[in-house]
C-alpha cells in the first residue's frame, strides 16, 4: 500500500482564540511538529496540508503539498476532498489529521494503515462517537466525498454509512498509543497549557 496523509488546519479556532497551525509547541510551531510525526509514518511527498482560501502557514518542508478549501466552513470533508484531488492517483489511502494534536503518536498511524484492510475506511470509535480525524481513507472514497458535499450532507457520519467502513475501538489502539494521545486535539487555551506541560515545554 501507498500510504498518504491530509493534514487539515482550515478551522476556525474560535475556542483556542487564535490561529493553531501557527501556536508555538517547544521549538516548532503546531502544524511543523504533526507533519515532521506524520512524517515519520508517511513519505513528505505523499502529505498535503489543506488551509482554509487565505490562511498564512508557517514553513514546512517543500515537498509537502499545500491545497486550499474550494469553500470555506464546511468542514472535514471539504479538506477531505481538498487534499485527495491534490494527492490524486498517486497514493491508496490516506490517513486524516487535524493541525492540533502534538502529541500524536506515529505507531497510531502506522496501526490504523494496517487495520485498513480491504475497508474504504478504518475509523476509531469511543462508543457512539467517531474520530474522523484520526481515520484512514481509501483515495477511492473521494466520489462518496463530493456527492455529499453537493448534497449540503456535511458530516463524516454519512460518509462511514456510505462506504465500508471498520470501527475501531479506542480500547484497541492502547497497545500503540497507551494514553490515547493521538486523539487529544487542543481547542481551548487550557487544553494547549495541558499538552505543553505533557510534552516537557
Not at 481551548?188 to 510534552?199: I, Q
Amino acid at each position: 500500500m501507498i500510504p498518504g496523509a491530509i493534514i487539515l488546519c482550515g478551522g476556525k479556532s474560535t475556542r483556542m482564540g487564535r490561529d493553531k497551525a501557527t501556536l508555538p509547541f517547544g521549538p516548532e510551531c503546531m502544524l511543523q511538529r504533526v507533519v515532521r510525526l506524520v512524517g515519520e509514518v508517511v513519505p513528505l511527498q505523499n502529505m498535503v496540508v489543506v488551509a482554509a482560501p487565505h490562511q498564512p502557514l508557517p514553513e514546512i518542508p517543500a515537498a509537502v503539498q499545500v491545497a486550499r478549501d474550494e469553500r470555506q466552513d464546511r468542514g472535514p470533508l471539504e479538506g477531505l476532498a481538498a487534499g485527495l484531488r491534490q494527492l490524486g492517483g498517486r497514493i491508496d489511502a490516506v490517513y486524516v489529521t487535524s493541525c492540533d494534536v502534538p502529541l500524536l503518536v506515529p505507531d497510531f498511524v502506522r496501526r490504523l494503515f494496517e487495520l485498513l484492510g480491504d475497508y474504504d475506511i478504518a475509523v476509531p470509535r469511543d462508543a457512539e462517537f467517531h474520530h474522523p480525524l484520526a481515520a484512514v481513507y481509501r483515495a477511492s472514497v473521494l466520489s462518496h466525498v463530493e456527492r455529499l458535499l453537493a448534497q449540503n450532507q456535511l458530516r463524516p457520519r454519512m460518509l462511514f454509512n456510505a462506504t465500508s467502513t471498520r470501527e475501531v475501538p479506542v480500547e484497541d489502539l492502547r497497545s500503540v498509543d497507551p494514553n490515547l494521545s493521538t486523539l487529544e486535539n487542543l481547542n481551548r487555551p487550557e487544553d494547549y497549557a495541558k499538552a505543553l506541560a505533557f510534552a516537557g515545554f
